[in-house]
């Protein structure tokens, strides 16, 4: 394949080693009513990604400080294998790997097909949540800002031949036929579209039926093929970031693709900023 350790564990892995000491398993939900609550991996931490990983009032991810809390309150030392898992689809683990790789946490994994492949393979769940957690005193060692693009990023560099954009939101968003995926219509841009000279290549492209990912061979048919090669630097967006994670893990760890960011101010900060350029219809 890529010679390369890829940050990625398969269920029968994980399965294998559950109560090792070294190694914290996280399930990663959007809501845990719908997810955790009603059953997870076995030992299982839990962050709720609107909870843990935002900040609230203002808009952005948990900074330096909020994370070494997160970790420290979930147990989790600078030392520890942690393995992320997601919901439905991964898109929310893959967003806290964005934010732990960021934060320097380079002994991250991702569980390949998630919480879905987990329960398809007969995997057991439970409802118990894990007692008696010892705090550690989690200290960030190194910050990584080369893996976020910010607005004013990305508008410096539209139409960089040596940039590429790539819109991993579905083809009606990226057209502007619907401003937000039906699933969550309350969270709809002022306008449809797309930034100008972005690629479309949906997320779901980079998986299977059983949301574990492609080989590394079709991966890299998908990607080259639209024009996104190693060679440039790539940043990846959606509608709030969490797709474009996904997409960033596809590029930047599985692949190896050298410069890869994430623009997680996504289209719900581009369709809302006044002036923004915008392009509908199939473009890029």
Not at 6 to 31: F, H, M, Q, T
Not at 71 to 92: A, P, Q
Request: charged share 25%; hydrophobic share 35%; glycine share 10%.
């Amino acid at each position: 394949m890529t010679g390369r350790e890829l940050p990625l564990v398969e269920p029968e892995w994980l399965k294998e080693r559950l109560g090792s000491k070294d190694i914290k398993v996280i399930e990663v939900d959007y809501d845990p009513q719908t997810a955790y609550n009603i059953g997870h991996i076995p030992g299982a931490l839990l962050i709720d990604w609107k909870r843990d990983l935002n900040k609230y009032p203002e808009r952005d991810i948990v900074g330096p400080e909020e994370f070494e809390s997160l970790m420290s309150r979930l147990g989790i030392s600078n030392d520890d294998t942690v393995i992320l898992y997601g919901d439905y689809n991964n898109w929310f683990a893959a967003f806290a790997y964005w934010i732990f790789k960021m934060y320097g946490h380079d002994n991250v994994k991702l569980l390949n097909g998630g919480r879905i492949k987990w329960i398809e393979l007969g995997y057991p769940l439970v409802k118990e949540v894990p007692e008696n957690i010892s705090p550690s005193k989690y200290k960030i060692l190194k910050v990584d800002l080369t893996l976020r693009a910010f607005f004013l990023d990305v508008l410096k560099r539209l139409r960089d031949p040596g940039v590429v954009l790539v819109d991993v939101r579905s083809p009606d968003e990226f057209t502007g036929k619907i401003t937000a995926p039906p699933e969550y219509p309350n969270e709809a841009a002022q306008r449809g579209g797309h930034i100008p000279g972005a690629v479309n290549i949906p997320w779901a492209q980079a998986v299977n039926k059983d949301g574990t990912f492609k080989s590394i061979e079709e991966l890299k048919q998908l990607y080259e093929s639209k024009g996104v090669t190693p060679d440039k630097e790539v940043i990846v967006y959606c509608r709030i970031g969490e797709r474009a994670a996904h997409t960033f893990f596809v590029l930047k760890e599985l692949l190896g693709y050298p410069k890869v960011r994430v623009y997680d101010g996504s289209w719900s900060e581009w369709g809302n900023m006044v002036g923004a350029p915008i392009e509908t219809g199939e473009g890029g």
